[in-house]
């Protein structure tokens, strides 16, 4: 199997604007819903989310899913009925495994409009403890580089205490790698061998960084690189890409600004 790119353009997500949230949808969420666009392997919601100042959501509930909320600007202001609150800003990123069922509320801190993405994979086995974990990473630690930020809790290098370095565990056979690319540079990335065999699945996502904007997309430029050809994504776009254990692809910044990206491999 060769590597397959398939664009999702970022004006084709679904989106919200509520005036104190203003929201985009990769996959089927709240009233927004594709039958060709419901989840991808264990990834069910990537959700762009802008939420402006003394507003949020309130306290509701979840069971089952894990919650990770990637903060690119502002601050995220987090409580939980685990008895967690904390404080969330760039680079911080904090995970929720609803598990039995939680209640939590996500609301904006402080005078500035908090950007993140909201991010739900299903785990792979039901009933778990409800647990909270919070990472951080810097802009020097993912300049132009891959630094995994989401990996399954059994891998290498990952802790299950609340506060640790490294990354955040997930109970499904995800993991999530961020990057700062500056222009004329590339990176590559290598389809994982192991898990269930077949296809790989991955997921890539541009960060809107420049500002909100629901049609054509503008703000930083990449190419993706298989074995077909080049697909161009800017700020908003993602794609799925589809190859064999052991295939590479190659990640291109061809604009004029810094991109920040994020990459999911998936089952």
Not at 8 to 34: C, I, M, V
Request: with cysteine.
């Amino acid at each position: 199997m060769v590597v397959n790119v398939v664009p999702r353009p970022s004006q084709e997500r679904g989106n919200a604007n509520h005036g104190w949230l203003k929201s985009f949808h990769t996959f089927s969420f709240a009233s927004y819903f594709d039958d060709k666009h419901e989840k991808f392997g264990c990834l069910r919601v990537i959700n762009e989310d802008r939420v402006e100042p003394t507003t949020g959501f309130g306290t509701h509930g979840h069971r089952e899913f894990e919650i990770f909320s990637y903060v690119v600007s502002g601050q995220l202001e987090h409580a939980d009925s685990m008895g967690n609150t904390e404080v969330l800003s760039r680079g911080d990123l904090q995970m929720t495994s609803a598990g039995t069922g939680i209640r939590h509320s996500e609301k904006c801190h402080g005078p500035r409009q908090v950007h993140f993405i909201q991010i739900w994979s299903l785990p792979n086995k039901s009933g778990l403890a409800p647990s909270y974990y919070t990472r951080r990473f810097s802009d020097e630690e993912k300049q132009n580089k891959w630094v995994r930020v989401v990996a399954p809790v059994n891998a290498e290098g990952v802790s299950e205490a609340r506060d640790a370095s490294g990354p955040a565990p997930v109970h499904s056979n995800l993991s999530l790698y961020a990057t700062l690319l500056s222009p004329s540079t590339s990176l590559q990335h290598v389809f994982p061998t192991g898990g269930s065999g077949g296809p790989k699945k991955s997921y890539i996502h541009v960060i809107q960084t420049s500002g909100y904007n629901p049609q054509k997309p503008q703000g930083a430029r990449i190419k993706v690189v298989g074995a077909e050809a080049p697909v161009e994504l800017r700020e908003g776009d993602g794609a799925y890409i589809m190859g064999e254990a052991g295939k590479d692809i190659k990640v291109e910044n061809v604009g004029e600004t810094v991109a920040e990206i994020l990459l999911f491999d998936v089952e």
